[in-house]
């Protein structure tokens, strides 16, 4: 039997790795992304709808983001400007080639969950006497997010050919599992709001997301001064 | 919308205090000690979680123990002479590692090895040197505790073992070899 030094080469960098990435891209997918030659739409659609969907600080800035989102039609909105904040800097990252330090970027995605845990205890109005535009807020998040995702891809030195259609095909699987993850959380919060417990535990709710984020952040800044 | 109870700075300091020093509580204790395996209160070590943070590169590097040589009995002269090269190689759980020797083409590599118990997967294979197409040649691919042989090299170049331990703990494997080759060690 004949492998490639390159297959085992993977292998090798599959079972020696896997612990090095925050999350979301584990030591399969990471597999397929560097054997990958040409272009797997339906494979890329579920890399990006399995790293949101697994992206624990994703979701925790967008339950941070919905918490006080009771109508439809504000949710769609907020949610629509993450989306077009995240894509325009996946699309940008990856295309251009921007090199940003991974551990950086999940800092500044960690401090955005610590931001919007803040906001909804109404931290800025007390403290500033006003709120700074959520819908600017969220979609500034977006990008980084989105710069985020693209860091964590360009890892892989991911083939130039077909790498739009690629791209794509992962942008639009992100967005998949965004809704996904957005119908759990919307269900699981909608019963929680009909008890008036929703109010009552809000602020614990939002103290201890920003915990998360604290932790996050914590977590991230390590990673980066230890890899200095 | 936007209802939050009795909304007041005083809440609101206690809340982002109450928030920073659990996440601060939480890094020491629990996330330095397996992330990075920094531990300034000690507790990680005690509840264990400093284990997980002893990189798979580390763990390698510390696996490779080079065996003293045979006792001296007589019957341990003729082994040591017999296997001239033994070498004890931990591959940690769920890891796979590489050993190699350079073998130049019609000489004789002549080896035993055996794990400490559990089966592992293996692929024993030649890479010629220079080569930088990525062909390699496998010899044999199984998954078991021990295997012997000889190989007489088919070219000059990089040949040994890829094993993989898919067990939950670490397993070692004793490889003894002797022939005409130089040890190129783990890769």
Not at chain 2, 35 to 44: K, M, S
Request: aromatic fraction near 12%; charged fraction near 15%; charge should be neutral.
């Amino acid at each position: 039997m004949i492998l490639t030094k390159n297959s085992l080469f993977t292998l090798l960098l599959l079972v020696f790795s896997s612990s090095c990435f925050a999350h979301g891209v584990d030591s399969n997918t990471e597999h397929f992304l560097t054997t990958n030659e040409g272009s797997a739409i339906v494979p890329f659609l579920y890399i990006g709808a399995k790293h949101m969907i697994t992206g624990y600080d994703h979701l925790l800035f967008l339950v941070g983001v919905i918490f006080f989102l009771f109508r439809t039609r504000d949710i769609l909105i907020y949610v629509s400007l993450f989306t077009l904040g995240h894509s325009f800097t996946l699309l940008l990252g990856v295309l251009a080639q921007i090199n940003m330090n991974v551990y950086l970027i999940d800092a500044v995605i960690a401090f955005s969950i610590i931001y919007k845990g803040f906001d909804n205890l109404h931290g800025f109005k007390l403290l500033l006497g006003k709120e700074p535009s959520t819908k600017i807020a969220v979609l500034i998040f977006g990008l980084f997010h989105g710069f985020g995702l693209a860091t964590k891809l360009q890892d892989f030195d991911l083939p130039q050919e077909n790498l739009i259609s690629n791209m794509i095909a992962f942008n639009v699987g992100v967005e998949i599992g965004q809704c996904i993850a957005l119908l759990f959380v919307l269900t699981l919060l909608g019963f929680w709001r009909r008890h008036k417990s929703y109010f009552a535990f809000a602020r614990t709710s939002n103290t201890l997301l920003m915990t998360g984020g604290f932790v996050l952040l914590g977590y991230q800044l390590t990673g980066y001064f230890t890899s200095l | 919308m936007n209802s939050l109870p009795k909304a007041s700075i005083k809440s609101l300091i206690i809340s982002c205090l109450v928030s920073i020093v659990l996440a601060i509580v939480i890094l020491l204790i629990a996330v330095l000690p397996a992330e990075f395996n920094i531990d300034p209160t000690g507790l990680g070590k005690k509840l264990g979680l400093t284990v997980l943070a002893q990189s798979a590169d580390e763990a390698v590097k510390a696996a490779v123990i080079s065996c003293p040589e045979e006792p001296k009995s007589t019957e341990g002269q003729t082994a040591a002479v017999a296997w001239p090269d033994s070498v004890m190689i931990t591959v940690p759980a769920k890891k796979g590692l590489e050993y190699k020797f350079h073998v130049n083409k019609a000489d004789k590599l002549e080896f035993i090895w055996k794990t400490d118990g559990a089966a592992l997967y293996f692929d024993f294979h030649g890479e010629p040197q220079g080569d930088t197409t990525g062909y390699f040649k496998s010899f044999k691919e199984s998954t078991q505790s021990e295997s012997s042989g000889t190989l007489v090299a088919p070219f000059t170049g990089s040949h040994g073992w890829y094993w993989e331990n898919k067990t939950n703990h670490a397993v070692i494997i004793n490889l003894k070899t002797r022939g005409q080759y130089k040890i190129k060690g783990l890769m």
